[in-house]
C-alpha cells in the first residue's frame, strides 16, 4: 500500500491597479511566465484585478498587449475583474501597482475583518532600487510608458519569485 503525498498548498498571489487593463495584468504575465520558466507553477500561482470596475471583462488595454508581445509575454486571453473583499482570504500576497490603490486595497481589507490573511505591499516594495514607488499609470501616456512598466515589473517579479522561493526554503531558484 502506498501512502499519497499531500501536495503543498500553492501560494497564491493577486497584482492589483486601477482598470486591471494596463499594469496588472502586465504583472501578472510577466511572473506567471518568470514562475513557469523556474518550474514553480505547480506551487505559486498569479492573479490580477482592479480597484475600479470601468473596465471589467475587457481584454488587456492593446498597447500593454503589444508591447508586451515584443518581450515575449502573452496577455490576450487575461480578462479585467474588479477586486472583491473575499480576494484577502483567497490570495496570500496582494500587490498593489502603486500608493492609491494600496490606500483603497487598506479599506477593502478592513472590510474583510479577520478573514484577511494576505499581506499587502506595493510591487516596487520588492524592487531593489525603487522601494516605494509607483508604477507609473501608463494609460493616458505614449509607448515609452508601456515600456517602463515592462521594465519595473520584470526586474521588481524577479525579486518577489526569489524572495517567496527562499521562504518555502528553496535557494538558487536559477531565477
Ligand atoms: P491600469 O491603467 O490601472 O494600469 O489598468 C488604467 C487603465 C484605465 C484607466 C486608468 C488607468 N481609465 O481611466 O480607464
Not at 20 to 48: K, L, Y
Not at 101 to 106: G, K, P, S
Not at 148 to 174: I, N, P, W
Amino acid at each position: 500500500m502506498t501512502s499519497a503525498v499531500k501536495p503543498e498548498k500553492p501560494v497564491r498571489v493577486l497584482f492589483v491597479c486601477l482598470g486591471n487593463i494596463c499594469r496588472s495584468p502586465t504583472a501578472e504575465a510577466v511572473f506567471r511566465q518568470q514562475v513557469q520558466q523556474a518550474g514553480w507553477q505547480a506551487m505559486i500561482q498569479a492573479d490580477s484585478a482592479g480597484t475600479a470596475a470601468w473596465h471589467v471583462g475587457k481584454a488587456p488595454d492593446a498597447r500593454s498587449q503589444q508591447h508586451a508581445r515584443i518581450r515575449g509575454y502573452d496577455l490576450s486571453s487575461l480578462r479585467a475583474r474588479q477586486v472583491k473583499v473575499e480576494d484577502f482570504a483567497e490570495f496570500d500576497h496582494v500587490i498593489a501597482m502603486d500608493a492609491a490603490n494600496y490606500a483603497e486595497l487598506q479599506r477593502l481589507r478592513a472590510d474583510a475583518g479577520e478573514a484577511a490573511t494576505a499581506s499587502l505591499s506595493l510591487l516596487l516594495d520588492h524592487h531593489p532600487e525603487l522601494r516605494g514607488g509607483d508604477v507609473p499609470d501608463p494609460y493616458y501616456g505614449g509607448d515609452d510608458g508601456f515600456e517602463k512598466v515592462l521594465d519595473q515589473v520584470e526586474v521588481a517579479c524577479t525579486q518577489l519569485l526569489r524572495s517567496l522561493l527562499k521562504t518555502q526554503g528553496v535557494f538558487g531558484c536559477g531565477c
